[in-house]
């Protein structure tokens, strides 16, 4: 089982920019995605990564202002948000997936999460 710790989050004003960083743990080789939920909505997926970083997704809504990278030496999933918005104002979560596929965007497939964390964008 692997273990994931969310870090980077905070306060940032528009248009700024932030790294998350997730830390895994134990068993690390897995499909790796990053989640959001903002305050009264679904959570939804921004981001995915295959276990080699050959392969990646981005959300329609973060493309080309997001980017998601792993260091498996390190263990490490990133993601590279720049040009924040307020409304990218959620918790952020890590997660891993254990699909037989390359990569997956369904949330259903990831079974470790992190705690989250908060990412707040002022207009």
């Known amino acids: 089982q692997v273990q994931l710790v969310e870090s980077g989050g905070g306060l940032v004003q528009a248009g700024g920019s932030l790294r998350l960083t997730c830390a895994a743990s134990g068993r690390t080789l897995y499909i790796m995605g990053w989640f959001r939920r903002a305050p009264g909505k679904d959570r939804e997926t921004v981001a995915a990564i295959s276990r080699s970083g050959s392969n990646t997704h981005h959300a329609d809504s973060v493309k080309g202002r997001f980017t998601i990278s792993r260091d498996n030496a390190k263990n490490m999933v990133y993601l590279q948000m720049n040009s924040l918005q307020p409304e990218d104002t959620a918790v952020y979560y890590c997660?891993?997936?254990?699909?037989?596929?390359?990569?997956?965007?369904?949330?259903?497939?990831?079974?470790?999460w992190g705690q989250g964390t908060q990412v707040t964008v002022s207009s």
């Open positions: 997660a891993a997936a254990s699909a037989s596929t390359e990569l997956t965007t369904n949330q259903y497939n990831y079974r470790a």
